[in-house]
């Protein structure tokens, strides 16, 4: 089992950055891929970046490609989304979420979420 709580979320400008932050908490939480995903109104949940347990391997959609960028601290459990030039069409419910199984690579976890934070919201005006 693995529990995630997201912070971190906000109202900024077109343009602007912000960074979300996942604690993961549960026995052997650094096993699990994680990453993020993103809702908008009326939308389905899509998949934004994920990272290999450990300290492994980046994968990102490509809608966000060049602009976001997640990183893990496996010291302190915690999984980053570093969001830059942020546009309107960003504007979602941003999920943490962790893969279904141990050992799992970015891309099992895009395919075999298991586990899921709360959400934080993310909204950019233009």
């Known amino acids: 089992q693995v529990q995630l709580v997201e912070s971190g979320g906000g109202l900024v400008q077109a343009g602007d950055s912000l960074k979300l932050s996942c604690t993961a908490s549960?026995?052997?939480?650094?096993?699990?891929?994680v990453g993020w995903f993103r809702q908008a109104p009326g939308k389905e949940r899509d998949f934004v970046a994920g990272?290999?347990?450990?300290?492994?391997?980046?994968y990102y959609a490509d809608s966000v490609k060049g602009r976001f960028s997640i990183s893990r601290d496996n010291t302190k459990n915690m999984v980053y989304l570093q969001m830059n030039s942020l546009s309107p069409e960003d504007t979602a419910v941003y999920y943490c979420?962790?893969?279904?199984?141990?050992?799992?690579?970015?891309?099992?976890?895009?395919?075999?979420?298991?586990?899921w934070g709360q959400g934080t919201q993310v909204t950019v005006s233009s």
């Open positions: 990272i290999t347990w450990g300290y492994g391997s980046t």
């Open positions: 979420a962790a893969a279904k199984e141990e050992f799992s690579s970015a891309q099992d976890l895009r395919s075999r979420p298991g586990y």
């Open positions: 549960g026995r052997a939480a650094s096993r699990y891929a």
